[in-house]
């Protein structure tokens, strides 16, 4: 079993020194072996010294569902700290919320991909503990979708955003700390930034060969198989075919009460969509886009992941149903994620220039070539940051 950086700290305390009075910023999906959250264990190690929590998006509890929900600040039940939620009327710190830490512990499990928003919130609370000097301690957490494959455009600075800070592509094939190490380089003031590394993690991994348990980072992240598909299924954020929120399989089952499944099926190069197979399906969202309405769509069934390639899948997906829904189609407009100017699909994939690219019917594998050089050179600037 790979042992995680909160697995090594509790088994080391003293890898956080002195500091007197420690912030924690984690969710429900933050466990230890034995499925304890990380809040209580650490409570456990530190006693007191463990003295103000904080939540990313969704919430600690990870109640809230969908994008711009906020949470209110709340305490810790268990334990009677305060919980200052960071997607609230805030998205990063504030000196009062920071007023009773010295150093910041963050044990949160990422998914893989450059849009979810919880290394966002990690990257927004090291450039307020630069500027006051409060150093952040990493526990590692496997990328459960490995650290080997890395896929898609990077992302243009000009559609910066709480789905994308910094130019990296839509799959990063990094882990929380190897991540947080490589955004620390784009900070104006350098974080105090230390990484508690993982133990018998390798880069081949894919959750289930770590052998720990998995818990759901958000509402909608069930298990590793939707995991696996959102790097691409994500892009449908910014359209009003439905992504499948409001069923049990959200990401992996998509589409409209518009969708003609059998005639978007022969306009699908199968060759991007090597590694899944597709599966016409009925199904009705109980919430979120067409709720109560029956929509017509696919559920995608990853064969081997390996081979598939998430983005490139999904891309292709939209091209073909953009094809043949004529009118019906549409862009979903602004807001998305706090950005009120831009067509969300746009600040999902950091450029306008594949939303122009599918609305000209231009091939999944065109699309490719325009970023095949950034993706290289991202390729060769991550491995300085990588740890495993």
């Known amino acids: 079993m790979v042992s995680t950086g909160l697995s090594q700290l509790i088994q080391n305390p003293s890898i956080v020194g002195d500091y007197d009075r420690l912030g924690l910023l984690y969710n429900q999906a933050s466990i230890a072996p034995d499925l304890r959250e990380s809040a209580d264990v650490l409570y456990e190690v530190f006693g007191e010294r463990l003295t103000t929590l904080f939540g990313p998006q969704h919430g600690v509890g990870t109640t809230e569902q969908d994008n711009m929900i906020e949470t209110d600040h709340s305490i810790h039940r268990r334990l009677g700290l305060p919980i200052f939620s960071l997607y609230s009327s ?18 949160i499990q990422d998914v893989g991909t ?25 526990l590692d957490r496997p990328n459960p979708i490995n650290g080997r494959d890395v896929e898609g455009n990077c992302l243009n600075p000009d559609y910066a955003s709480f789905v994308g800070p910094y ?3 839509m799959r990063h094939g990094m882990t929380v700390g190897e991540l947080m190490s490589y ?19 390798d880069r081949n991994h894919f959750f289930e060969d770590t052998k720990l348990p998995w818990a759901f980072p958000s509402p909608n992240m069930p298990t590793i198989d939707t995991a ?26 998509f589409g409209a009460p518009f969708l003609i499944p059998e005639k978007v099926l022969k306009d699908v190069d199968m060759e991007a969509m090597h590694g899944a197979a597709l599966r016409t399906v009925e199904f009705m969202p109980v919430f979120n886009k067409w709720s ?19 983005y490139r899948a999904s891309l292709c997906l939209l091209g073909a149903i953009i094809r043949n829904s004529h009118e019906d189609f549409k862009w979903s407009q602004p807001p998305y994620e706090y950005v009120f100017e831009k067509a969300p699909v746009d600040v999902i994939v950091g450029n306008s220039y594949i939303r122009e690219s599918l609305e000209r019917c231009v091939s999944v594998f065109d699309i490719e070539k325009e970023w095949e050089d950034e993706l290289k050179g991202f390729n ?6 990588l740890r495993y």
């Open 228 to 253: 696996i598909v959102y790097p691409g299924q994500v892009i449908l954020e910014g359209t009003n075919l439905s992504e499948g929120r409001g069923t049990a399989r959200p990401f992996e089952v």
């Open 167 to 169: 130019p990296i592509p």
């Open 183 to 201: 955004y620390n380089e784009q900070l104006t003031v350098k974080s105090e930034l230390m990484i508690v590394e993982m133990k018998g993690w």
């Open 292 to 310: 109560s309405r029956k929509c017509f769509g696919f559920q995608i069934h990853v064969t081997d992941r390996n081979s598939y390639r998430p």
């Open 90 to 107: 805030t998205r990063r710190p504030t000196t009062r919320m920071l007023e009773n830490v010295d150093a910041m512990l963050v044990d």
């Open 114 to 138: 450059r849009v979810y928003t919880f290394c966002s919130t990690i990257a927004y609370v090291m450039d307020v503990c630069a500027s006051l000097g409060k150093p952040v301690i990493i």
């Open 380 to 385: 060769d600037a991550r491995k300085v940051f």
